[in-house]
């Protein structure tokens, strides 16, 4: 299995008014750090607000691997009056992705209060069919992202839903830390659905931190997934207690161990 670090969690830091989320500074210091432990790949949320440019010339003069990217407007995809929104802004996510020779791309669904349920299933089914044709031929995939706390409770329901778009370029982002949180039986549930899963993101629970910590076995996760041929990343997406450059090192041994 291949893995990524998210620089974009790994430098969110926690201030008197809650969250402080990683600038373009972190990002740049992000892949600095990468390229001095040896990564081959790195992550990060939103390339929109940030100077992508300067992330992409980095990203060349560290000689990493991009491997996921967040599509601007990405949390629209429920509302259909916001769909069209959602559609723009992959349209320019995809030229970005490009630039950046990334090949998967997130959305999510989002959890607009004013739209019930089946309306929002429906608009989010509609959009990703929309968003194939584009995805399929900039040869990107789309991974929905479903998280603790937002529109999807379970993993039936995305599964299902990437059926119903029906293209080999949408697939589910498998968050083993969130599914944790919302469900449980992590493995069984991968082994029945590793044909829609595009991606995978990991974190030790509870706490979001190192995978070596925590009650999730990642060694024996990682190892099953790895027996059903996945080929894909697995982005390291998780807040270090360690010092940074440290936790990458000892993740980075326990991969490597694998």
């Known amino acids: 299995m291949k893995y990524s670090l998210c620089i974009d969690l790994f430098y969110l830091e926690f201030g008197p008014c809650g969250p402080v989320f990683s600038d373009t500074d972190k990002l740049l210091k992000g892949m600095d750090l990468a390229k001095k432990t040896g990564l081959k790949a790195v992550e990060f949320w939103d390339w ?15 000689g990493l691997e991009v491997t996921a990217l967040c599509a601007k407007d990405r949390g629209n995809l429920d509302n259909p009056a916001a769909r069209e929104t959602a559609l723009a802004g992959l349209k320019e996510t995809i030229d970005i992705a490009k630039k950046f020779r990334c090949p998967n791309i997130i959305v999510t669904a989002g959890d607009s ?5 089946a309306a929002a299933k429906a608009s989010i089914v509609t959009g990703l069919k929309e ?47 969130h599914y944790q949180i919302m469900e449980g039986n992590i493995v ?13 993101h990991a974190a030790g629970n509870p706490g979001r931190n190192e995978i070596t910590s925590g009650e999730l076995n990642y060694a024996y996760i990682f190892r099953e997934i ?29 991969m490597e161990q694998l």
């Not at 929109?48 to 560290?62: F, I, M, N, S, V």
């Not at 209060?113 to 349920?117: G, L, S, Y």
């Not at 069984?188 to 995978?200: R, S, V, Y």
């Not at 807040?239 to 940074?244: D, G, I, R, S, T």
């Open 48 to 62: 929109y607000g940030r100077d992508w440019e300067a992330l992409l010339a980095k990203k060349e003069e560290c």
């Open 113 to 117: 209060p004013d739209v019930n349920r």
């Open 131 to 177: 968003m194939a044709p584009l995805a399929e031929k900039a040869g990107v995939t789309l991974i929905l992202e479903p998280i603790s706390g937002g529109y999807f409770t379970d993993s039936k329901e995305p599964f299902s839903i990437i059926e119903k778009a029906g293209s080999p370029n949408v697939k589910l982002l498998y968050d083993i830390f």
């Open 188 to 200: 069984e549930t991968i082994k029945a659905n590793i044909d829609k899963i595009g991606h995978f």
């Open 226 to 254: 790895e027996k059903l041929g996945y080929e894909g990343y697995a982005g390291l997406e998780y807040l270090p207690l360690m010092e940074k450059e440290a936790s990458v090192l000892a993740l980075k041994e326990f």
